[in-house]
Nanobody, 129 residues
Framework: QLQLVESGGGLVQPGGSLRLSCAASGATLEHYAIAWFRQAPGKEREGVSCFSPTLGRTFYPDSVKGRFTISTNNANNMMYLQMNSLKPEDTAIYYC??????????????????????WGQGTQLTVSS
């Protein structure tokens, strides 16, 4: 059973940068589609990045494209979300997730939270001066 644990959240000033980490255990991430989602108070969970191992490509919504970068390190079974040029509207709880690498992004939408089976507990990011 894959388990995910996020870390690295905190308080950042607008324009700043932060990297979130997600440690995986119980299985290797290599063949999973991996993603980061966020949820702000009163809003639906939103996908902010996905990597599909089947397609070998990443997906980002327009709201974070060019600012956020998803990456993975298979050697230590970790995934990361590098966030630059942060804005107050990026404030949310951030979750890492993993799902079926054969279909996410190829057959089903890459950033649909319903397609992911494994979730971390979340880490808070607050962007404020």
């Amino acid at each position: 059973q894959l388990q995910l644990v996020e870390s690295g959240g905190g308080l950042v000033q607008p324009g700043g940068s932060l990297r979130l980490s997600c440690a995986a255990s119980g299985a290797t991430l290599e063949h999973y589609a991996i993603a980061w989602f966020r949820q702000a108070p009163g809003k639906e969970r939103e996908g902010v990045s996905c990597f599909s191992p089947t397609l070998g490509r990443t997906f980002y919504p327009d709201s974070v494209k060019g600012r956020f970068t998803i990456s993975t390190n298979n050697a230590n079974n970790m995934m990361y979300l590098q966030m630059n040029s942060l804005k107050p509207e990026d404030t949310a709880i951030y979750y890492c997730a993993a799902g079926d690498g054969r279909v996410i992004g190829a057959v089903v939408p890459a950033l649909d939270p319903n397609e992911y089976d494994y979730w971390g507990q979340g880490t808070q990011l607050t962007v404020s001066s």
